[in-house]
């Protein structure tokens, strides 16, 4: 098939292709063959089923295992506190970035910079075409299509810093330059405003609303008023966008917080990825990856050890029932009589690691109480499994508060009764008492950033966005403890943003790889 697309070493889903997947993101159908060929985009979007079919194949770029469905999309913020993986064994390239010492031929990193200008390629694709289509909800089509656009900046942005604006179809022999970081988020803010204006209020499973691009938007602002732009005009402008949310009442953390993991669709998933095993789009993100190596199941099935938190990260945890469903810190080890388990604190020398681990995300998607991820009672594990149906969230509920409380506090240089009513609605459902009132405007930000980490605790960067918006990787390295990966550079400030990976540097000569790299 012929497409125009932007040289950055994107692989480019064919539209026909996407029209294969649509059933995953409508009713996780298995795939099946479409015998069509030789289509282009000028004669595809036809119809408003052509447009489904494209934004479901943009979807399954994005949220496939090599770009958002596995923990390479996060290797480059290992770097966090709330992420560490082995010393040793097969985690080198997450272990690069937990040491602070990434480099530009991590093949990791490709998971973060492919997926997403896959998405985006797409993306355009429909943006650039959607308006042929007669049809009265191809502008839903259109919105899905922007707010995907900048949501995928968004995460590049973070990540890479200055990034080449491409938002249309371009000739294969492009080499469109690096835009400064205040142009591309000129353009998330740009897309993801177009995309309110286009997207509907009804929610719908994988599905972005109006309020889901409001959502990301106030987390934009907030990220905005911090490095490396430390524009403060945007803290009013983040409380607004998260007020919209808050007031239209289609959410709330009124879900347990183990539940919020285990299932789809929660009352405060805001948007997340769906996934299908059985249509061949599994989501890795859960079970066998978050399980310690020590661990085996009855069915001979065990742990990979891929990611846990760093010790202190663990010891400075609120007292909490939230933190009791976050963290895992009694191993069940299978006995010599492969029936019993014997359970072992963490900390044990007997265990491989010595670190805690996360238990929010062993299970994957329950279903009759079972687990498709990690299937276990109290003291047995039956099955450990590493592919899921379970969604990942990108933007849910709580998160919208915490931006609220934090955004509203700093524009008014200091908290009000609404900031304090935000963060404490989060508070509650963990069962942690009320803020104490009368903070500083300085201190209740930091009240919000410790409890945005823990309440957002290994969960697709959240954490390592905080280190690096406000400048904190000082603090977080000073913290560390001996048992962990050692830091490995001398120059922190040059760590907050990852390497360009050095196959796009060799496509694009004129570009200039970021400082420390």
Not at 18 to 24: N, P, Q, S
Not at 392 to 408: H, K, M, N, P, Q
Request: charged letters at 20%.
């Amino acid at each position: 098939m012929k497409i125009k697309y932007s040289p950055l070493s994107v692989c480019v889903v064919s539209l026909l292709a996407a029209g294969l997947v649509t059933g995953i993101f409508t009713g996780c159908q298995k795939l099946s063959e479409d015998p069509k060929s030789n289509l282009t985009p000028d004669t595809y979007f036809k119809s408003q089923s052509d447009l489904d079919a494209a934004v479901a194949g943009m979807y399954l770029q994005l949220a496939k295992d090599g770009s958002w469905g596995f923990t390479s999309k996060e290797t480059c913020y290992f770097g966090s506190d709330d992420l560490t993986t082995d010393p040793s064994l097969n985690k080198g390239n997450q272990r690069e970035f937990d040491q602070l010492a990434g480099s530009s031929d991590n093949p990791d990193i490709t998971a973060m910079w492919k997926g997403s200008w896959t998405a985006i390629t797409n993306a355009n694709a429909i943006i650039a075409n959607y308006s042929t289509v007669n049809s009265t909800t191809k502008n839903v089509s259109a919105g899905q299509a922007y707010f995907i656009r900048g949501l995928c900046y968004y995460y590049l942005v973070r990540t890479f810093g200055p990034l080449p604006l491409v938002v249309a179809p371009l000739d294969v022999t492009a080499q469109p330059p690096r835009s400064p970081v205040d142009s591309v988020y000129g353009q998330i803010v740009s897309d993801l405003q177009q995309a309110k204006s286009m997207l509907g209020t009804t929610k719908s499973q994988g599905v972005p609303t109006t309020f889901s691009a409001s959502a990301i938007l106030a987390d934009v602002y907030l990220t905005m008023a911090g490095w490396p732009l430390n524009d403060a005009t945007k803290y009013a402008l983040a409380a607004a966008e998260a007020q919209i949310v808050m007031t239209s009442g289609a959410y709330d953390v009124n879900t347990p917080y183990d539940q919020v993991f285990k299932t789809r669709n929660s009352s405060e998933s805001i948007f997340a990825l769906e996934y299908s095993v059985a249509g061949n789009l599994p989501n890795r993100r859960f079970g066998s990856t978050n399980v310690p190596l020590d661990e085996v199941g009855l069915d001979n099935s065990s742990g990979w050890d891929d990611v846990y938190p760093e010790i202190n990260f663990y010891k400075n945890r609120p007292n909490c029932i939230r933190s009791y469903y976050t963290f895992y810190d009694t191993l069940k080890l299978l006995q010599p009589d492969k029936k019993t388990f014997k359970k072992t604190l963490w900390s044990d020398p007997v265990t491989h690691a010595r670190h805690p681990y996360y238990k929010k995300f062993r299970a994957g998607l329950v279903t009759n109480g079972i687990g498709d991820g990690v299937n276990e009672t109290d003291s047995t594990i039956i099955t450990i499994q590493p592919s899921t149906n379970a969604e990942t969230i990108i933007s849910r509920y709580a998160g919208v508060l915490l931006d609220y409380a934090e955004a509203s506090a700093m524009a008014a240089n200091g908290p009000t009764t609404a900031s304090y009513a935000a963060i404490n609605e989060v508070r509650q459902r963990a069962g942690e008492p009320p803020l104490t009132a009368g903070l500083s405007a300085t201190a209740f930000r930091d009240s919000v950033v410790y409890e945005r980490a823990y309440e957002f605790a290994e969960e697709f960067g959240v954490r390592w966005f905080d280190i690096v918006r406000l400048q904190l990787l000082p603090q977080v390295t000073a913290n560390r403890d001996p048992l962990e990966n050692p830091i490995l550079s001398t120059n922190l400030a040059q760590k907050y943003i990852a390497p360009i990976p050095f196959s796009e540097l060799t496509l694009n000569p004129l570009w200039k790889q970021n400082d420390g790299y």
